[in-house]
């Protein structure tokens, strides 16, 4: 009876190791892979501008009087990371900092740079970070043991700096435009232009083969196709995204385009049939899962077809 008992456990133990084998590297491809950042990823982008590859890529401007660090990574180790970094890089004694949005992987790194960094963002983010980052930082605690071990102890420092639209910054033989137009996947998206080198980092708004994530009722389908419109002006040489391929060109900004707006057009078709949002939901998930079964994030497609849902009015 016992030993029955003991080969079945087993064969039972056996079907559930099998299971994992085969589930677990199907649930990491299908979401975005959160190891820590390390010193070896640094690339070199254009003459100023380096980036540190990895979640989420940090990228540096390099000036002869000034560094700008454009985001943080996730809590004080990250942000050790960043520094070390920065300081292999900088040719100045100033540093200012920067943040493409108030999601934690790129703002709690913030206590690792020294005392005299020169916080800057625009309002609309600063006021969303006040708001949300305490729930966002607990939401990435849920997610693994790394990441409520990185967010022991977050302190956030008060903003040197905040501008409404745009703020200029003379690195010293480079100038960094940073700006704010208006919200996509935060409230308070902000992009970057490094004018002289002509390299646009536009935070998470253009990626390439990731689901962009408009995560609740604050992203916006429109703001998110306006900011295209704007930055593809712009002409830019090189882009660096937040997430994902760490350096891609222009095109990609019409990438972008023609995947919201084939979603976009595809959930109105839906809601003009009166499907409910749920359901529509489902079906472009599936649909677009199928077209794209290498991308992360394809929960986030539901999110994408709720905003156009509440959005279309
Ligand atoms: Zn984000």
Known sequence: MSTLNHRSRARFAFVLIAAATFLIPAVT?????QPLLVDENLKRVSDHVYVLEGFPNVVFVIGSRATLVVDTGLGQRNGETVMRAEQKLAKGP????TTTHYHSEHTTGEQAFPPNT???RNTVQQ????KGVG???DAFRKMSAQNMDLLQNIKFRQPDVLFDREAKIDLGGVTARLFYIGPAHTKGDEL???EEDSVLIPGDIVQKDIFPIMPNAD???KGWLSILDNIEALHPKFIVPDHGVSVVDASQIGTERAYLLALQARALELKKQGISVDDAGKTITAELKAKNPDWPNPNNIAGEVTRVY????
């Not at 006021?127 to 006040?130: K, T």
């Not at 509440?310 to 009015?313: A, D, L, T, V």
């Open 29 to 33: 491809k299908a979401q975005l892979k």
């Open 94 to 97: 100033i540093l200012y900092l």
């Open 118 to 120: 020169i916080l800057i």
């Open 127 to 130: 006021e969303e970070m006040v």
């Open 135 to 137: 729930a966002h930082m």
């Open 192 to 194: 970057i232009f490094v």
């Open 219 to 221: 992203a916006s389908m």
């Open 310 to 313: 509440e959005q279309s009015q």
